[in-house]
T-cell receptor, first 108, second 111 residues
């Protein structure tokens, strides 16, 4: 599969903060997807992006499909404790390739 | 709608044993997939199917076989389990190959 570089690998959030994560690839994708996975469960689709430059929101989540088609970012606004989990980006040319994930935990 | 279900949820095998993981979806999706998830490596595609009776290899197919005899079911088989196959296995389905919906996973340990 294609190599996706997802960063940061991990982050700590404080309630109320805005946080961002991104995903880059050396190849062009036709679709970018963002998933969230909680412990012991399967990934759940958050946002799907189909067009270069597209900006899509789902509640407090906003994601963008980069204009080069080689990157995407996800922003979480006004973090709450239930935002913890692992966030995965995925790019699709004819199969999905996944990033290694960004682990979001609450700052003590 | 149950969505995507997987059985079993947990399994422990000895090296050399065989087993079959079952995935079922009730969304009438054409496409089905099997992934494995290992720490720090994201999800890697093992095999997939674009319709009943079809299967294809993914990124890491060695040591696994699959069958899609019915549209709603996708089976993953391990003929001779190895410790390197200790992982969490996820099944997913989709209508178009884009938005994939995942099951809850099967946690497999091979001793």
């Amino acid at each position: 599969g294609q190599q996706l570089n997802q960063s940061p690998q991990s982050m700590f959030i404080q309630e109320g903060e805005d946080v961002s994560m991104n995903c880059t690839s050396s190849s062009i994708f036709n679709t970018w997807l963002w998933y969230k996975q909680e412990p012991g469960e399967g990934p759940v689709l958050l946002i799907a992006l189909y067009k270069a430059g597209e900006l899509t929101s789902n509640g407090r989540l906003t994601a963008q499909f980069g204009i080069t088609r080689k990157d995407s970012f996800l922003n979480i606004s006004a973090s709450i404790p239930s935002d913890v989990g692992i966030y995965f980006c995925a790019g699709n040319d004819y199969k999905l390739s996944f990033g290694a994930g960004t682990t979001v935990t609450v700052r003590a | 709608n149950a969505g995507v279900t997987q059985t079993p949820k947990f399994r422990v095998l000895k090296t050399g044993q065989s087993m079959t993981l079952l995935c079922a979806q009730d969304m009438n999706h054409e496409y089905m997939y099997w992934y494995r998830q290992d720490p720090g490596m994201g999800l890697r595609l093992i095999h997939y199917s674009v319709g009943e009776g079809t299967t294809a290899k993914g990124e890491v197919p060695d040591g696994y076989n699959v069958s899609r005899l019915k549209k709603q079911n996708f089976l993953l088989g391990l003929e001779s389990a190895a410790p390197s196959q200790t992982s969490v296995y996820f099944c997913a389905s989709s209508t178009s190959g884009n938005e994939q919906f995942f099951g809850p996973g099967t946690r497999l340990t091979v001793l």
